[in-house]
């Protein structure tokens, strides 16, 4: 998409925004804008900035506050890491993958991890220690505490991203062994680390906010809501519009075209009504108001239905179990002091 298509999208955009049916989207409040999917430093860096530059010019017309930021696997020229950096300052994840194949280079893992190091050490000599994205499969998931304490070593704060069906032949692990590891990692990572993680933190944030009335500001990128459709919306390079990033690369439930300003608001619409009616299991959960029903794509996608239940309820039910007695035995202002201290994600991205 070059700079030019990108601000017509963004202004068409703005429109849907405007409109009463999108809800939940105000002027002059916050937007984040993530720069996610395929490899940014592919992109010459005078398009990036031209791209980058319209995206701020745009948004910050209607919201106060503009948030960017983006993922990269740092995997590339010195300068365009630097360039990298230069426009986006620390709010910059990177993937990391420290045992498994996945991710290589020149068909080498062991070579991708070595160039990743090499990066991440030259950034940190800059002072800069760019956020870990871990995605959590089933060849992953035995690796899951050693990948937290690698990152806690680093002091780098990371996310833990649960496979989902999407455009990936990665297959998810099983729900049963995902619930007993998040929960075990969740309950060590509680009032012990010095990083932030997430979805712990994300919880931990939802979860508080339920007790003791405080703030609830998410600290990742996904609204991890029934309301999603309300509070998200993902652009392609081809203008095509989906709920999220997810959705797109499951191509699940198109949205338009924003290239050629076609919308479906019946489809919006029919995403939209997951808020409020959620799975009578879901309806009877003591932790219902905190995960509001978990992401509405792993939900619809896993069981066919808006009001579906995600594959991964037992996981959040084992973390938000660990948060509670966290709760229980330190009180709520002393976890919160705690969470406030961690090092963070950039601004959410």
Not at 147 to 175: K, Q, T, W
Not at 231 to 257: I, K
Request: aromatic share 8%; proline share 5%; with cysteine.
């Amino acid at each position: 998409m070059t700079a030019s298509e990108y601000r017509r999208s963004a202004k068409y955009i703005l429109e849907l925004l405007e409109n009463p049916s999108f809800g939940g989207i105000h002027r002059n409040g916050q937007i984040h804008i993530q720069y996610i999917g395929g490899e940014i430093l592919t992109i010459p860096k005078r398009q990036l900035r031209e791209i980058v530059t319209v995206g701020r010019e745009v948004f910050s017309g209607y919201f106060s506050h503009v948030v960017d930021g983006t993922q990269s696997n740092l995997v590339g020229p010195p300068d365009r890491i630097s360039n990298l950096q230069a426009l986006f300052g620390k709010r910059i994840s990177t993937s990391i993958d420290s045992f498994g194949n996945k991710r290589t280079l020149n068909g080498s893992a062991e070579l991708y991890r070595k160039t990743i190091r090499i990066s991440l050490d030259s950034l940190k000599r800059r002072s800069f220690n760019p956020a870990a994205i871990v995605v959590v499969d089933r060849d992953s998931l035995p690796y899951l505490s050693s990948e937290i304490a690698i990152s806690e070593e680093a002091g780098r704060p990371m996310r833990l991203r649960p496979v989902f069906h999407g455009g990936s032949p990665i297959s998810p692990a099983e729900p049963g062994a995902m619930a007993e590891s998040f929960g075990k990692a969740c309950s060590s990572w509680l009032m012990n680390s010095r990083i932030s993680v997430d979805p712990f933190m994300q919880l931990l944030l939802l979860r508080l906010a339920e007790v003791d009335g405080g703030t609830g500001t998410q600290s990742s990128g996904c609204p991890f809501s029934d309301n999603c459709a309300h509070e998200s919306l993902n652009l392609d390079p081809d203008g095509s519009l989906y709920v999220c990033l997810d959705m797109a690369d499951a191509g699940l439930l198109p949205l338009g075209n924003a290239l050629a300003r076609e919308f479906d608001w019946g489809m919006h619409q029919g995403i939209a009504k997951r808020y409020g009616n959620l799975h009578p299991d879901c309806q009877a959960c003591q932790w219902r108001v905190s995960c509001r029903g978990g992401c509405t794509m792993e939900a619809i996608q896993h069981s066919g239905q808006i009001d579906g239940k995600t594959p991964l309820c037992g996981t959040w039910q084992s973390c938000f179990s660990a948060i509670d007695d966290a709760i229980a035995r330190h009180g709520p202002a002393n976890v919160r002091a705690w969470s406030e201290g961690l090092v963070g994600m950039e601004g959410g991205i």
